[in-house]
T-cell receptor
Framework: KNQVEQSPQSLIILEGKNCTLQ??????????LRWYKQDTGRGPVSLTI?????NTKSNGRYTATLDADTKQSSLHITASQLSDSASYIC?????????????FGRGTQLTVWP | NAGVTQTPKFQVLKTGQSMTLQCAQD?????MYWYRQDPGMGLRLIYY???????DKGEVPNGYNVSRLNKREFSLRLESAAPSQTSVYFC?????????????FGDGTRLSIL
């Protein structure tokens, strides 16, 4: 069964600290993995997209890694800011159809305290 | 540069009432989607439209209908609302080949059914 599991479910860190969010998936055949940021009351916004051949991609203070062999990804946030408080969603796409089926994780709720 | 616009932002219905959620995008995207997001669960696909004139069922289509009015607009209709349809509904759009392109989401419609 194709699934996307994220950990931890929630996380609290102090402003300025780094953190790492985890995503494990069983989706096959794999096409790409995305990380989205969803602020409270808003829609998700894309942070990174990685294909099979990419093992790291950065977007400012956000760095995503992908290990396609172990089917794991991580999102590392450097020097956290209060505005990083949000839900971070891992999404994996398969190659089973032209459109590409998307499998959504439940998200990690990050809270950054001053 | 609005992106994806959803209306209304909030709505309260009584069981059995009908309503249509509106979605419009100004990015000239071929593909559009409707999702629902419930607490503790990942986004679930209700319907999608790969191109103007076509629609297909997603993971949870029961109780919903859609209309791809033109390339810009994709509406979601609840014919007879039920309390189980209380949720946050997100519309999204993407270029034709979703594989390496992000989806762009609206900010959601918060729907409560009493």
């Amino acid at each position: 069964k194709n699934q996307v599991e994220q950990s931890p479910q929630s996380l609290i860190i102090l402003e300025g600290k780094n953190c790492t969010l985890q995503c494990n998936y069983t989706v096959s055949p794999f096409s790409n993995l995305r990380w989205y940021k969803q602020d409270t009351g808003r829609g998700p916004v894309s942070l990174t997209i990685m294909t099979f051949s990419e093992n790291t991609k950065s977007n400012g203070r956000y760095t995503a890694t992908l290990d396609a062999d172990t089917k794991q990804s991580s999102l590392h946030i450097t020097a956290s800011q209060l505005s990083d408080s949000a839900s971070y969603i891992c999404v994996v796409s398969d190659r089973g159809s032209t459109l590409g089926r998307l499998y959504f994780g439940r998200g990690t709720q990050l809270t950054v305290w001053p | 540069n609005a992106g994806v616009t959803q209306t209304p932002k909030f709505q309260v219905l009584k069981t059995g009432q009908s309503m249509t959620l509106q979605c419009a995008q100004d990015m000239n995207h071929n593909s559009m989607y409707w999702y629902r997001q419930d607490p503790g669960m990942g986004l679930r696909l209700i319907y999608y439209s790969a191109s103007e004139g076509t629609t297909d069922k997603g993971e949870v289509p029961n109780g919903y209908n859609v209309s791809r009015l033109n390339k810009r607009e994709f509406s979601l209709r609840l014919e007879s609302a039920a309390p189980s349809q209380t949720s946050v509904y997100f519309c999204a759009s993407s270029p034709p080949r979703i594989s390496n392109q992000p989806q762009h989401f609206g900010d959601g419609t918060r729907l409560s059914i009493l």
